[in-house]
T-cell receptor, first 114, second 111 residues
Framework: DAGVIQSPRHEVTEMGQEVTLRCKPISGHNSLFWYRQTMMRGLELLIYFNNNVPIDDSGMPEDRFSAKMPNASFSTLKIQPSEPRDSAVYFC????????????FGEGSWLTVV | AQSVTQPDIHITVSEGASLELRCNYSYGATPYLFWYVQSPGQGLQLLLKYFSGDTLVQGIKGFEAEFKRSQSSFNLRKPSVHWSDAAEYFCAVGADNDMRFGAGTRLTVKP
């Protein structure tokens, strides 16, 4: 079975550019998470969707970040405009039903903003 | 909302020695508890989870964890560490429809 699929795996972009990260959750999973991981801040929950509806976006750093889930098989995380401090690994993860089911992580999107 | 604390940022053990990684949580009731492992350049993988019942939970790769309600803890243990166990370990708490992760503990294994 395919796991959580993220794209791109690596992206290097210039400050001020728009960045779009994409995620395809595991088929049948109802919960989708976006996490950001940095050395300084560890693993942070950015936003969580349940049945395509954003439930908790309190972790989204600021208005430059936005996330959508137009259907059960696709989600995007957009940063506009990007800044060097956004450089991090962004993980998408999904589970059958939070909070009690196992979360399955994608391999991450490694973002560098120069 | 729930929170989780991993007091140890970095632990070094010798191969073959025993291991205990600490995890404390804060939540009004008993949450769902998880331990995940992250190898370099990879996403996180589930080691084990606790929902209810027996407070000693067995996981993959020879790991186990014990839930102690009185201490709000869910410590991860392994009796004999292998070099391949070197990784970062995350404790996670599931409650109120979301999942929160601790800051992680990096494990180094000495030959």
């Amino acid at each position: 079975d395919a796991g959580v699929i993220q794209s791109p795996r690596h992206e290097v972009t210039e400050m001020g550019q728009e960045v779009t990260l994409r995620c395809k959750p595991i088929s049948g999973h109802n919960s989708l998470f976006w996490y950001r991981q940095t050395m300084m801040r560890g693993l942070e929950l950015l936003i969580y969707f349940n049945n395509n509806v954003p439930i908790d976006d309190s972790g989204m750093p600021e208005d430059r970040f936005s996330a959508k889930m137009p259907n059960a098989s696709f989600s995007t995380l957009k940063i506009q405009p990007s800044e060097p401090r956004d450089s991090a690994v962004y993980f998408c993860a999904s589970s059958l039903q939070a909070p009690f089911d196992t979360i399955y992580f994608g391999e991450g999107s490694w973002l560098t903003v120069v | 909302a729930q929170s989780v604390t991993q007091p140890d940022i970095h632990i070094t053990v010798s191969e073959g020695a025993s291991l205990e990684l600490r995890c404390n949580y804060s939540y009004g009731a008993t949450p769902y508890l998880f331990w995940y492992v992250q190898s370099p350049g990879q996403g996180l993988q589930l080691l084990l989870k606790y929902f209810s019942g027996d407070t000693l939970v067995q996981g993959i790769k020879g790991f186990e964890a014990e839930f102690k309600r009185s201490q709000s803890s869910f410590n991860l243990r392994k009796p004999s560490v292998h070099w391949s166990d070197a990784a970062e370990y995350f404790c996670a708490v599931g409650a109120d429809n979301d999942m929160r992760f601790g800051a992680g503990t990096r494990l180094t294994v000495k030959p």
